[in-house]
């Protein structure tokens, strides 16, 4: 481990270095402008990948954006980590509430991150975490103590649903198969509270339209004759949540699992400042679910939220205009055992149910993701456990996550295999926003880590 360590001390500039190069790349999946930059980023990496030793490293094109995939078998009678990540980046904009330009990575010290951090697009979520794996296992292989085989498979459609990946494992299985999949995309409590994330909300997206007139109408000379759609699209939407901020969409807890007294105490232990988190967000109060803590509201229970919503003019000065259309898109966060093609279809009927006659209302879906919970007494696990108490000289605290990764309950039914989601950043680390960052810090506490965790996960799968 110590000629690890040394390895990293002596790259460690390099090694930031090829990530600003790596986020100058503006591998946006949403745009179909970006569609070169997505080519340029997966051939970075394939290039990358052969410079930190792997055997090969290819591109594979999908239907979608390519993905990357990596490996080194050292022994096939060894333990094989498949470490999963995404090289594409949630679009930048708007713009103009950045300090720097979000491909134009700038090193800035601030509050939580005295070491520095790198502002750009991706820094956090997740070029900056999944780069981490190619430098551990090029600090590794370069010291010749890789204590396992290691494949990565890098893609380009997190953002946007991983679309194309699942007939891309299906069909790749075999070259996939491995004994567990590693992944850093998610964040740890703060850096001198280390944690691990144990579970990843699903996820039902979908995209609603109303319809009122056949055209805008003059809001004089029609209006108070005919429904306007964002009016009745506001009442609609807030009909979804009671006084108690449920969810009134029938059917919609059906199938969630309650926690028991003894897990609630679990969930609720981690260490949680709710003042500090007011601050942070500059709010005079919190709201959510009754009966359930903001932690709670944050991971162990179900969402439903309005992500965006337009209609009418919205442009500069007024314009009197009774629309024809209103819009909105809403995703609803899951938790176990919630299914999210059945969610989508409960919603679909109760918003179909909950539209006046006055206009017409479309329903349309868009991705989806299940649940997951990671299981803590699993050898997978413990070697997170203790690399991440040994890199940081204290125990973690196992956090079931908010966000999603929609391919992760995938991988485990396709590969068979448990998920570690051993992640670094912190949740202020703005990432989808303006500003996001990634500690300097964090990235070289994860390459350190890392090592850690392939030598914990090697000695306890062999015995
Ligand atoms: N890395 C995030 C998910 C995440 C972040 C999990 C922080 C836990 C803590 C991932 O890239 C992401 O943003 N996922 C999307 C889902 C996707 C379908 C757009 C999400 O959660 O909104
Ligand atoms: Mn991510
Ligand atoms: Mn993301």
Redesign the pocket.
């Known amino acids: 481990m110590d000629a690890i360590q040394n390895y990293i001390d002596h790259n460690k500039k390099r090694f930031l270095e090829e990530l600003l190069e790596l986020l100058r790349i503006p591998s946006v999946s949403a745009r179909p402008e970006h569609k070169e930059d997505m080519h340029e980023a997966a051939k970075w990496i394939q290039r990358n990948m052969i410079i930190a030793g792997v055997d090969k490293a290819e591109i594979y094109e999908t239907d979608g954006h390519p993905v990357v995939y990596g490996e080194k078998i050292i022994d096939d009678s060894k333990p094989t980590i498949l470490v999963y990540g995404?090289y594409d980046v949630q679009p930048a904009e708007p713009l103009e509430l950045w300090d720097s330009p979000p491909f134009e990575p700038v090193i800035k010290e601030t509050r939580l991150h005295p070491e520095g951090a790198i502002f750009a697009r991706g820094s956090a979520?997740?070029k900056g975490q999944f780069f981490m794996h190619v430098k551990a296992f090029e600090a590794m292989n370069a010291t010749n103590q890789l204590p396992c085989n290691v494949k990565f498979m890098i893609e380009g459609e997190?953002?946007?649903?991983s679309d194309h990946l699942e007939l891309f494992c299906r069909e790749n299985a075999e070259m996939l198969s491995c004994d567990v999949i590693l992944i850093s995309?998610?964040?740890v409590i703060a850096n001198d509270v280390p944690s691990i994330?144990t579970g990843?909300r699903g996820?039902s997206y979908v995209e609603v339209e109303v319809t009122g007139p056949n055209k805008d109408l003059h809001s004089g000379v029609y209006g108070g004759g005919v429904a306007n759609p964002i009016n009745v699209l506001c009442q609609m939407i807030a009909s979804l949540k009671d006084d108690d901020n449920r969810i009134t969409v029938d059917g919609f807890y059906d199938k969630v699992v309650e926690l028991d007294k003894k897990e609630r105490e679990a969930v609720n232990s981690a260490p949680f400042d709710l003042g500090e988190y007011m601050d942070e967000l500059q709010v005079d109060e919190v709201r959510g679910e009754t009966g359930y803590t903001t932690i709670e509201r944050t991971s162990t229970r179900p969402t439903l939220d309005v992500n965006g919503m337009w209609g009418g003019y919205t442009g500069e000065g007024a314009k009197t205009v009774l629309p024809s259309k209103a819009y909105a898109k809403i995703s609803m966060r899951l938790v176990p055992n919630q299914d999210p093609d059945e969610i989508t279809e409960l919603f679909t009927k109760h918003f179909l149910k909950i539209a006046p006659k006055s206009v017409k209302v479309e329903v349309k879906p868009h991705?989806g993701?299940h649940p997951v919970v990671t299981p803590i007494d699993t050898p997978e696990y413990k070697a997170a456990h203790e690399a991440m108490k040994r890199a940081y000289g204290r125990e973690p605290i196992p956090v079931r996550?908010?966000?999603?990764?929609?391919i992760v309950a995938l991988f485990e039914e396709v590969l068979n295999v448990k998920t570690v989601l051993m992640?670094f950043?912190l949740?202020s680390d703005d990432?989808?926003s303006p500003n996001e960052h990634y500690g300097l810090f964090n990235f070289y506490k994860g390459i350190e880590t890392i090592p850690e965790y392939f030598k914990n996960y090697a000695e306890l799968k062999q015995g």
């Open positions: 995404h979520d997740d997190e953002e946007v649903g995309d998610t964040s994330t990843l996820l991705h993701g996550g908010g966000g999603s990764i929609p992640g950043g949740d990432i989808h």
